[in-house]
């Protein structure tokens, strides 16, 4: 039995890739991520499949049913958004399959950044400009940043920022930002990307909080900006 962790991908169906679908169309028991995989996705799995959504559940709900798999020697289709290395919640999953001697294997998927930036037809690197990104999001509820991983740190090195997570918090993001980014810098907010209902916002830094309102985006954003940030 082995659980097959799947990213797939930032919305869009046609960007999963073959390895993902080949494993969903074969696993009998599958667990997504809600409303975060399309459901095109999700139906790829067999007809017999147990699909769970895992939005409402628990990770000790989520394990008793990897368990319950394990018993029936029934191999899983863990599929997650995006790609499961970026804020995938994937450690903690594993750790306890290992303590569990359960075997597992990471499928990537594409992560919503670089859907973003092809979204956006620019480059996150630019020679002689930026050749850093640097993927980051702010502290909120019970997950603070790490001492020195503060935004306005990120943003005077230059590099290009990827705020995940963070769209809540975009007054507080502007205010860091601005003292080094200046008021006229580029910054991109770009929800539920690769979707039916996606949105693209492109203003400068100074405008972004009052087109984040008017388009009443609270969840699901990615925000892209930096010194040298710019769309092609």
Not at 10 to 31: E, M, R
Not at 160 to 189: C, K
Request: hydrophobic share 40%; with cysteine; glycine share 6%.
């Amino acid at each position: 039995m082995k659980v097959y962790f799947i990213g797939a991908g930032p919305g869009d169906p046609n960007l999963l890739t073959i390895k993902a679908h080949k494993i969903i169309s074969t696993c009998t028991v599958c667990l997504f991520a809600g409303s975060l995989v399309p459901k095109e996705i999700i139906s790829l799995a067999p007809k017999e499949a147990t699909l769970i959504d895992t939005s409402n559940l628990t990770l000790t709900e989520i394990m008793k049913e990897i368990t319950k798999a394990k018993s029936n020697n029934i191999d899983i289709a863990r599929v997650h958004s995006g790609d499961v290395s970026v804020y995938g919640a994937l450690s903690e999953q594993i750790n306890l399959l290992e303590d569990l001697n359960i075997e597992y294997e990471i499928i990537p998927g594409i992560p919503a950044y670089v859907a973003g930036a092809a979204l956006l037809k620019t480059e996150l690197t630019v020679p002689g400009e930026v050749q850093s990104v640097i993927l980051t999001r702010t502290s909120f509820g019970s997950s603070p940043m790490p001492e020195g991983e503060e935004l306005l740190n990120f943003a005077k090195t230059g590099s290009t920022l990827i705020i995940h997570l963070s769209i809540r918090r975009i007054r507080y993001i502007v205010r860091e930002l601005m003292p080094v980014l200046g008021e006229n810098s580029t910054i991109a907010i770009l929800y539920r990307i690769g979707w039916p209902d996606e949105i693209v916002l492109i203003d400068k830094l100074k405008n972004i909080v009052s087109k984040v309102r008017e388009s009443k985006i609270t969840r699901t954003a990615l925000i892209i900006t930096g010194k040298n940030f710019k769309k092609k």
